[in-house]
C-alpha cells in the first residue's frame, strides 16, 4: 500500500493515527461483474483491455442492443422463410423487399463481426488483434453467414423462367443458419439468475416445437401444391379447389395436419394421397419420434434430475437468500454472500485449482515461480531478500478470487493469513464511533494485513474489495516458519517493515 497509508496502518498499530475519512466506491447491482473478463493468474493489472481503433467491444451496451435487435430479425426470418419456401408463388411483394431490408442488416452484421474482438476460449483472453479476428471469421461461420445473407428471390427475378423454381427455393432456406443466434441466446439466458430456468428451459421447448410444426406443414403443402393431380393430395381430398383460397385458410389447414400428426391424434380427415406424401409422412413421424424423446427427456431433467451445475448454482443463490432473509442480516452482508457464490460458480468453470492440485508438487513450484515471482518480488516486504525465499514463497502461497464489496480481512480478527494484491482494488476501512470510515486504499502489487500477522496483533483494519480481485494468500504458520528458515532474509524483511512505517 501507498507510504501514507502504511505510516497510517503503523500508528493504529502503535496507537495515534491521524483520522481521513475518505468515501468508497459501492456497487449497486449483485453479481454486476458476471460479465467481467476473470484477469489470468499472475496478471498485474485488473483494467479492461484497451481496445485498438475501430474495434467495438463486445460487452459494450449498444452492441448488446444490436444483438437482441437481430434476434428479432431472426425470429422473423424463421417464420417467414418456410412461408415463402412453400407459397412463393402466392405470396405478394411485400414480404420480398422485407426480406431484401432483413438481409441489408445481417450484411451490416457481417462487417461488423470483423471489428468485434473475442474471448479466446482457451485463455479466456479478449483477443483485439484485427488480423486475428479477421482469420479467426473467415475460417468459421462468414461463408455461412453471406450464403445466408444473400437475397437469392432477388437473383431469381433476373431469370423470368426460373422466378419459382426449387433451387432458388433450396437456396434461400439457407437463411435457417441464422437460428444459431437464438440458441446462444437460450444459452445464456439459462445462465442468468434474473430468469427462472425452469421458465426459459420450457420456451426453448415450445420454440423448438412450434418451428417444426410449422416447418413440417409448409413442407407437406409444397409436396401438395408441386403433385400434377390436385385432387390426389392431402388437401386436394377435401378442398379440391384449394389453390384458389386464400393465403390464411391453406396455411391453417397445413398446420392443422401437421399438429394432428405431431401429437398422433389422426382424425383421418387429412392424409397421405400419394406415394410422395407417404414418404413425407414417414419421415415426419419418424422424426416425431426424436422429438417426443427429446422433449420428454428435458422436462424430465427439469422435474427429476435438477443437478446440474447451473440449477445447483441457482439454488445456491436463492438457499443464500432465504438465508438471509430468515437471519434477517444486514443487506451489505447479503450482497457479499451473493457475490461470492456467483464468483465461485465463475471461477469453477475455469477449474484453475483443480488443474494445479493433479500436478506434481515439483510441477506447480515451477508454475508458481512463473506467475507469481515476480509479483511477490516487488512487495515492499521482500525488497532485497533471496530468490531461494521469494521462491519458497510462492510455492505455499494459493491465489484466490474476491468479489466486489467483499471482506478479506476483518477489523480485530487473529492474523492468521498474508495476502497479496495481484489485480483489483481493496478499501482499508475502519470502524470509529459507531461507523465504517474509509482510512485509506491498497493498490495493486502491495500487501494485507502484514502488520498483524508479523506484529502478532489483531488486525487493526478492515480490507474490503471495490472490484472483482486477484489475490494471493499465505498462513502465518508457513510464512513464519519459511522466515526462521532463512534467518538472513528475516532481518531484511523487520528492516523493511520498520522503514516503511516509520
Same mark, same amino acid.
Given at each position: 500500500?501507498?507510504? *501514507? *497509508?502504511?505510516?497510517?496502518?503503523?500508528?493504529?498499530?502503535?496507537?495515534?493515527?491521524?483520522?481521513?475519512?475518505?468515501?468508497?466506491?459501492?456497487?449497486?447491482?449483485?453479481?454486476?461483474?458476471?460479465?467481467?473478463?476473470?484477469?489470468?493468474?499472475?496478471?498485474?493489472?485488473?483494467?479492461?483491455?484497451?481496445?485498438?481503433? #475501430?474495434?467495438?467491444?463486445?460487452?459494450?451496451?449498444?452492441?448488446?442492443?444490436?444483438?437482441? +435487435?437481430?434476434?428479432?430479425?431472426?425470429?422473423?426470418?424463421?417464420?417467414?422463410?418456410?412461408?415463402?419456401?412453400?407459397?412463393?408463388?402466392?405470396?405478394?411483394?411485400?414480404?420480398?423487399?422485407?426480406?431484401?431490408?432483413?438481409?441489408?442488416? @445481417?450484411?451490416?452484421?457481417?462487417?461488423?463481426? @470483423?471489428?468485434?474482438?473475442?474471448?479466446?476460449?482457451?485463455?479466456?483472453?479478449?483477443?483485439?488483434?484485427?488480423?486475428?479476428?479477421?482469420?479467426?471469421?473467415? *475460417?468459421?461461420?462468414?461463408?455461412?453467414?453471406?450464403?445466408?445473407?444473400?437475397? +437469392?428471390?432477388?437473383?431469381?427475378?433476373?431469370?423470368?423462367?426460373?422466378?419459382?423454381?426449387?433451387?432458388?427455393? +433450396?437456396?434461400?432456406?439457407?437463411?435457417?443458419?441464422? %437460428? !444459431?443466434?437464438?440458441?446462444?441466446?437460450?444459452?445464456?439466458?439459462?445462465?442468468?439468475? /434474473?430468469?427462472?430456468?425452469?421458465?426459459?428451459?420450457?420456451?426453448?421447448?415450445?420454440?423448438?416445437?412450434?418451428?417444426?410444426?410449422?416447418?413440417?406443414?409448409?413442407?407437406?403443402?409444397?409436396?401438395?401444391? /408441386?403433385?400434377?393431380?390436385?385432387?390426389?393430395?392431402?388437401?386436394?381430398?377435401?378442398?379440391?379447389? +384449394? !389453390?384458389?383460397?386464400?393465403?390464411?385458410?391453406?396455411?391453417?389447414?397445413?398446420?392443422?395436419?401437421?399438429?394432428?400428426?405431431?401429437?398422433?391424434?389422426?382424425?383421418?380427415?387429412?392424409?397421405?394421397?400419394?406415394?410422395?406424401?407417404?414418404?413425407?409422412?414417414?419421415?415426419?413421424?419418424?422424426?416425431?419420434?426424436?422429438?417426443?424423446? #427429446?422433449?420428454?427427456?428435458?422436462?424430465?431433467?427439469?422435474?427429476?434430475?435438477?443437478?446440474?451445475?447451473?440449477?445447483?448454482?441457482?439454488?445456491?443463490?436463492?438457499?443464500?437468500?432465504? @438465508?438471509? &432473509?430468515?437471519?434477517?442480516?444486514?443487506?451489505?452482508?447479503?450482497?457479499?454472500?451473493?457475490?461470492?457464490?456467483?464468483?465461485?460458480?465463475?471461477?469453477?468453470?475455469?477449474?484453475?485449482?483443480?488443474?494445479?492440485?493433479?500436478?506434481?508438487?515439483?510441477?506447480?513450484?515451477?508454475?508458481?515461480? #512463473?506467475?507469481? @515471482?515476480?509479483?511477490?518480488?516487488?512487495?515492499?516486504?521482500?525488497?532485497?531478500? *533471496?530468490?531461494?525465499?521469494?521462491?519458497?514463497?510462492?510455492?505455499?502461497?494459493?491465489?484466490?478470487?474476491?468479489?466486489?464489496?467483499?471482506? &478479506?480481512?476483518?477489523?480485530?480478527?487473529?492474523?492468521?493469513?498474508?495476502?497479496?494484491? &495481484?489485480?483489483?482494488?481493496?478499501?482499508?476501512?475502519?470502524?470509529?464511533?459507531?461507523?465504517?470510515?474509509? #482510512?485509506?486504499?491498497?493498490?495493486?502489487?502491495? %500487501?494485507?494485513?502484514?502488520?498483524?500477522?508479523?506484529?502478532?496483533?489483531?488486525?487493526?483494519?478492515?480490507? /474490503?474489495?471495490?472490484?472483482?480481485?486477484?489475490?494471493?494468500?499465505?498462513?502465518?504458520?508457513?510464512?513464519?516458519?519459511?522466515?526462521?528458515?532463512?534467518?538472513?532474509?528475516?532481518?531484511?524483511?523487520?528492516?523493511?517493515?520498520?522503514?516503511?512505517?516509520?
Amino acid at each position: 500500500m501507498a507510504r *501514507s *497509508s502504511r505510516m497510517k496502518l503503523w500508528q493504529h498499530c502503535f496507537p495515534c493515527f491521524d483520522d481521513d475519512d475518505r468515501s468508497g466506491n459501492r456497487f449497486s447491482a449483485v453479481c454486476n461483474f458476471s460479465d467481467d473478463l476473470l484477469p489470468s493468474l499472475g496478471a498485474t493489472a485488473q483494467h479492461p483491455p484497451k481496445l485498438r481503433k #475501430y474495434l467495438v467491444s463486445p460487452y459494450d451496451p449498444r452492441y448488446k442492443v444490436w444483438e437482441t +435487435f437481430l434476434i428479432l430479425l431472426v425470429v422473423y426470418s424463421a417464420w417467414i422463410c418456410p412461408l415463402e419456401f412453400a407459397f412463393l408463388r402466392y405470396l405478394p411483394s411485400a414480404p420480398f423487399v422485407v426480406d431484401d431490408v432483413v438481409n441489408g442488416f @445481417f450484411a451490416i452484421d457481417i462487417m461488423l463481426t @470483423f471489428f468485434v474482438p473475442f474471448v479466446d476460449k482457451k485463455s479466456y483472453l479478449l483477443v483485439n488483434d484485427p488480423k486475428k479476428i479477421a482469420v479467426r471469421y473467415l *475460417s468459421s461461420w462468414f461463408v455461412f453467414d453471406v450464403c445466408s445473407t444473400v437475397s +437469392f428471390h432477388s437473383i431469381s427475378l433476373l431469370f423470368n423462367e426460373h422466378e419459382h423454381d426449387l433451387g432458388f427455393k +433450396f437456396l434461400n432456406v439457407l437463411r435457417l443458419w441464422r %437460428l !444459431r443466434r437464438v440458441s446462444s441466446l437460450f444459452a445464456r439466458l439459462e445462465k442468468d439468475i /434474473r430468469f427462472n430456468y425452469a421458465v426459459i428451459r420450457c420456451t426453448k421447448l415450445i420454440s423448438v416445437t412450434l418451428f417444426a410444426i410449422h416447418c413440417a406443414g409448409c413442407i407437406n403443402y409444397l409436396i401438395a401444391d /408441386r403433385y400434377p393431380d390436385p385432387r390426389r393430395t392431402w388437401i386436394g381430398a377435401v378442398m379440391p379447389n +384449394f !389453390r384458389e383460397d386464400g393465403l390464411w385458410i391453406r396455411y391453417v389447414t397445413a398446420m392443422y395436419w401437421s399438429i394432428t400428426t405431431l401429437t398422433t391424434t389422426g382424425y383421418g380427415d387429412l392424409h397421405a394421397e400419394n406415394a410422395r406424401e407417404m414418404l413425407f409422412g414417414i419421415c415426419y413421424m419418424l422424426f416425431n419420434l426424436w422429438l417426443t424423446a #427429446y422433449l420428454i427427456g428435458n422436462m424430465t431433467n427439469l422435474v427429476v434430475h435438477s443437478t446440474s451445475r447451473t440449477r445447483d448454482f441457482r439454488d445456491m443463490v436463492q438457499s443464500a437468500s432465504e @438465508f438471509a &432473509v430468515r437471519n434477517q442480516l444486514p443487506s451489505q452482508i447479503e450482497e457479499q454472500m451473493l457475490n461470492h457464490i456467483c464468483l465461485r460458480y465463475k471461477t469453477e468453470g475455469l477449474k484453475q485449482q483443480e488443474t494445479l492440485d493433479i500436478l506434481p508438487k515439483a510441477m506447480r513450484a515451477s508454475i508458481s515461480h #512463473y506467475l507469481f @515471482f515476480r509479483v511477490v518480488q516487488g512487495a515492499y516486504l521482500f525488497k532485497g531478500v *533471496s530468490s531461494s525465499f521469494i521462491q519458497q514463497l510462492v510455492t505455499e502461497m494459493q491465489t484466490e478470487y474476491f468479489a466486489p464489496k467483499e471482506d &478479506v480481512i476483518l477489523q480485530n480478527d487473529n492474523p492468521s493469513d498474508l495476502y497479496l494484491l &495481484v489485480s483489483g482494488a481493496v478499501d482499508i476501512l475502519v470502524f470509529l464511533d459507531g461507523t465504517e470510515q474509509v #482510512y485509506g486504499r491498497t493498490a495493486e502489487g502491495e %500487501l494485507l494485513g502484514e502488520i498483524g500477522v508479523l506484529c502478532n496483533k489483531p488486525q487493526p483494519f478492515t480490507f /474490503r474489495t471495490t472490484k472483482l480481485s486477484q489475490i494471493l494468500r499465505i498462513s502465518r504458520s508457513k510464512l513464519l516458519g519459511i522466515i526462521q528458515e532463512n534467518r538472513e532474509d528475516g532481518e531484511v524483511i523487520r528492516s523493511n517493515l520498520q522503514q516503511v512505517n516509520i
